[in-house]
């Protein structure tokens, strides 16, 4: 394992603690106005936000169905109190519980209903949407470098539509610049490697999940991929995960668009689900409070047949390269040399941890006294090939 110090909560002034005692509260309002919840699942979430800020960490029920995952993945932690735990660990764990307060794991007439499902349609259905895919119409137009080089922008900057992250971040999301830029280094790997199977871990649902549908679209159209395998959670998670659920949501949306483009990019992705070129998988493991270092057997083999993974969004990117004080300087090849296939991570900074920068400019944005790791405005586009 890394050397790294873990990032945990007991941490006075850090974002991993401002998580549970500011932006934990926003969200249990939020969960709460959502959907009509009786007195029983209004008493459960009250019960977990004060648990989870004062509290004890208190293992799964006999009944329910992942209690020996989560036995195991908690030993050595339950009967202690929530500030002690991993930060990774912790925020995990709140969100199983949350489906749990909301009736979600059942059984009863709540079991299965997603407790952010309103957030997330009314994301997907909003004006913003049709603007967003009407630009699609003018790529065709452009030069092949220029085509790939706005759908990868898109996919990496769709992450700040991420709800959770909208809870308490400035409208804006800042400045927008990329911090480290390996584009390039990625689309030639996909050049000498065409005709492969390309695996998307997708992050978050709604206006997100959209640019990234369409770079699956263009992996598949232009040849750099035989199939892609789209990877999302198998049940809600960090509020606005994208679950298969909404997959299916995001292709109906773009093939109902008004523009051209959308409505194509739509047609021909249902498709290529109806003949297997594009496969919408999960694992319960994409919801494990785990780092990707201790990927099971039957994932780890999935993804090393892949020519290239591409891993989005801020959460999968702590568990890409361990939710972990690394010095940012540290060498993304070093942080990801675990994982199974050649990686690259589209990621934008929401969090503490990040590896692979310029020391020169880690300084200056020091300097500068901004929160330039957790705001939103910044972000990575990091490679490393396999072998």
């Known amino acids: 394992m890394p050397d790294a110090p873990v990032i945990r909560l007991d941490e006075p002034g850090s974002f991993a603690r401002d998580v549970f005692h500011r932006r934990h509260p926003v969200l249990i309002r ?48 339950w009967g202690t109190r929530w500030e002690s735990a991993p930060f990774l660990w912790a925020e995990s764990w709140f969100y199983r519980r949350l489906l749990d307060a ?30 967003e895919l009407a630009a699609l119409d003018r790529l065709p137009g452009l030069p092949e470098a220029q085509r790939r080089a706005a759908l990868l922008s898109s996919a990496l900057w769709g992450n700040r ?60 159209a232009a040849g750099p991929a035989a199939a892609v395998d789209l990877f999302v959670k198998p049940q809600p998670w960090f509020v606005s995960d994208a679950t298969a659920a909404d997959v299916f949501a995001a292709l109906a949306r773009l093939r109902e668009a ?33 780092p990707f270092h201790d990927l099971p057997g039957d994932l780890r083999a999935r993804l090393a047949g892949a020519s290239l993974t591409i891993v989005k969004g801020d959460l999968n990117y702590r568990r890409l390269v361990g939710d972990r004080r690394w010095p940012p300087t540290t060498p ?56």
């Open 102 to 131: 909301t009736g979600f794991t059942g059984p009863g007439a709540r079991q299965g209903v997603d407790p952010f499902g309103p957030l997330k349609a009314a994301e997907l259905a909003g004006p913003a949407v049709d603007e």
């Open 258 to 290: 008004p523009g051209e483009q959308a409505a194509a990019v739509g047609g021909r992705l249902w498709r290529a689900v109806g003949d297997g070129r594009l496969a919408v998988r999960t694992h319960p493991f994409l919801c494990a409070p785990l």
């Open 30 to 77: 939020q969960v709460l106005d959502a959907l009509p919840y009786g007195p029983a699942e209004r008493a459960a979430l009250e019960r977990l936000l004060a648990e989870s800020t004062t509290g004890v960490l208190e293992p799964p029920g006999p009944g329910a169905p992942d209690r020996a995952e989560w036995l195991t993945w908690g030993q050595g932690l």
């Open 161 to 220: 539509a991420d709800l959770s992250f909208g809870l308490t971040a400035a409208p804006d999301g800042g400045r927008g610049e990329l911090l480290a830029d390996d584009g390039a280094l990625l689309w030639q790997w996909l050049e000498r490697h065409p005709g492969g199977r390309v695996c998307l871990l997708a992050d978050n649902a709604g206006r997100e999940l959209l640019p990234d549908l369409v770079l699956a679209d263009h992996l598949l």
């Open 332 to 387: 993304f090849a070093r942080a990801a040399g675990h994982f199974p296939s050649a990686v690259a991570a589209l990621r934008t900074l929401k969090s503490e941890v990040v590896v692979g920068l310029d020391g020169a400019r880690v300084a200056e944005l020091d300097r500068g006294g901004e929160a330039w790791r957790t705001g939103g405005g910044y972000a990575v586009v990091q490679f490393r090939p396999q072998g």
